[in-house]
């Protein structure tokens, strides 16, 4: 069993959609837990963290963390074609970083 | 703030070539720094970390070597590539292991 399971997608939504990225893991160890997007062939940007269970919100991005069923979410509202990209959750036991395979997601202007 | 750099951004190397891909950090001091390799559709996978000058881990044993000459320069090299070695290159920084990690705009490496 991998530690952190991420559905590949893709994911295709039309614009102005609400969008639900999922992962799960296996280790209650993890403690802190983030969420990249990544560009076509473009490095994977940081875009939020959090280092508890609950829900932490910018913007239009909100990250929830469910640490009893070891289930993490990243919600997009009003979703625009620029959010079109892979979305790859990560975690960490403080020691060792751990990435989902990422989440395709294409907005359909 | 912070920024990180790679380079180069894309090479074509023939197999059996020697490999150098560099990897600095700007605006920050002692950092923690990671080599990654990303195939499509399997993910990053982490091949070296550094704690500090000198200090490299190696996470998989491949064709691959890292060092770490300077605070913030991080080099990935290998003296003959393999077709195997094709990939996309990512190097990322952290303040601390346990903590948020920030990645490089990447290399993309095609060995012919």
């Known amino acids: 069993q991998k530690e952190v399971e991420q559905d590949p997608g893709p994911l295709s939504v039309p614009e102005g959609a609400i969008v639900s990225l999922n992962c799960t893991y296996s280790?209650?160890?993890?403690?802190?837990f983030m969420w990249y997007r990544q560009y076509s062939r473009k490095g994977p940007e940081l875009l939020m963290y959090?280092?508890?269970?609950g829900n932490k919100e910018d913007g239009r991005f909100t990250a929830q963390v469910d640490k009893s069923s070891k289930y993490i979410s990243l919600f997009i509202r009003d979703s625009q074609p620029s959010d079109s990209a892979t979305y790859l959750c990560?975690?960490?036991?403080?020691?060792?970083?751990?990435f989902g395979t990422g989440t395709s997601l294409t907005v359909i202007p | 703030s912070q920024t990180i750099h790679q380079w180069p951004a894309t090479l074509v190397q023939p197999v059996g070539s020697p490999l150098s891909l560099e990897c600095t950090v700007e605006?920050?001091?002692?950092?923690?720094l990671y080599w990654y390799r990303q195939a499509a559709g399997r993910g990053l996978q982490l091949l070296f970390y550094?704690?500090?000058?000198?200090?490299i881990s190696s996470e998989v044993p491949q064709n691959l070597s890292a060092s770490r000459p300077q605070d913030r320069q991080f080099i990935l090299s290998s003296k003959k590539l393999l077709l195997s070695d094709s990939g996309f290159y990512l190097c990322?920084?952290?303040?601390?292991?346990?903590?948020?990690?920030?990645f490089g705009p990447g290399t993309r490496l095609t060995v012919t």
């Open positions: 990322a920084w952290s303040p601390d292991r346990a903590y948020e990690q920030y």
């Open positions: 280790n209650s160890a993890f403690q802190y």
């Open positions: 959090t280092y508890s269970s």
């Open positions: 990560a975690m960490s036991d403080g020691n060792q970083f751990y």
């Open positions: 605006g920050t001091s002692n950092p923690n």
């Open positions: 550094s704690v500090g000058i000198g200090q």
